[in-house]
């Protein structure tokens, strides 16, 4: 199993260009999660996903559109980049919903807007 | 959304000393999930403590869960060079996952 894989891992982006990050799982895993890492700081829920069909929103949704037409695939769509979305990406998966899952990531997308 | 403060932000120890990290919450959780993230690297799990007051180790890391449930700690006996990195706690609602603000691990060979 590949896991967590994460598409680009390093993008450069000019104010007000659009991108779509990748995130594919192929462990069958039901939810499916974007979070945002700032230099020196935990993680930020962005979107989640409990299933093909079915998103919703975390704790900093602004400027970021998500969508999961199939369980593996889970992308998260910038519409007009912004240097405040200068970041780390981390996109990852969960078997079900429930306190004893824990949480496997992908490698990351570093994004930087100029 | 929860809360959850970690302390301290950043820790510089010399090989071989201890470390601790110290995680709280206002509220009380139903558990606590530790992550390591090595320098630019991904969050991997280290471990889950759902009953109060459990202790967990795993080799040299000891991991507390409170009495009350509303904190946690991890603590690193003897550091080594491989234990550098950023130490996360984050608290598991079922639905969405609350990370702290990490530690930040140096260890001077």
């Known amino acids: 199993n590949a896991g967590v894989t994460q598409t680009p891992k390093f993008r450069i982006l000019k104010i007000g260009q659009s991108m779509t990050l990748q995130c594919a799982q192929d462990?069958?895993?039901?939810?499916m999660y974007w979070y945002r890492q700032d230099p020196g700081m935990g993680l930020k829920l962005i979107y989640y996903s409990v299933g093909a069909g079915i998103t919703d929103k975390g704790e900093v949704p602004n400027g970021y559109n998500v969508s999961r037409s199939t369980t593996e695939d889970f992308p998260l769509r910038l519409e007009l980049a912004a240097p405040s979305q200068t970041s780390v990406y981390f996109c990852?998966?969960?078997?079900?919903?429930?306190?004893?899952?824990?949480?496997?990531f992908g490698p990351g997308t570093r994004l930087l807007v100029l | 959304g929860q809360q959850v403060m970690q302390i301290p932000q950043y820790q510089h120890v010399q090989e071989g000393e201890d470390f601790t990290t110290y995680c709280n919450s206002s509220t009380t959780l139903s558990n606590i999930q530790w992550y390591k993230q090595r320098p630019g690297g991904h969050p991997v799990f280290l471990i889950q403590?759902?009953?109060?007051?459990e202790v967990k180790k795993q080799k040299r890391l000891t991991f507390q869960f409170g009495e009350a449930k509303k904190n946690s700690s991890l603590h690193i006996t003897a550091t080594q060079t491989t234990d550098v990195g950023t130490y996360f706690c984050?608290?598991?609602?079922?639905?969405?996952?609350?990370f702290g603000t990490g530690t930040s691990l140096t260890v001077i060979p």
């Open positions: 403590l759902v009953k109060s007051g």
């Open positions: 984050a608290a598991n609602t079922g639905n969405q996952f609350y």
């Open positions: 462990m069958n895993h039901n939810y």
């Open positions: 990852a998966s969960t078997r079900g919903q429930g306190i004893l899952e824990t949480q496997y």
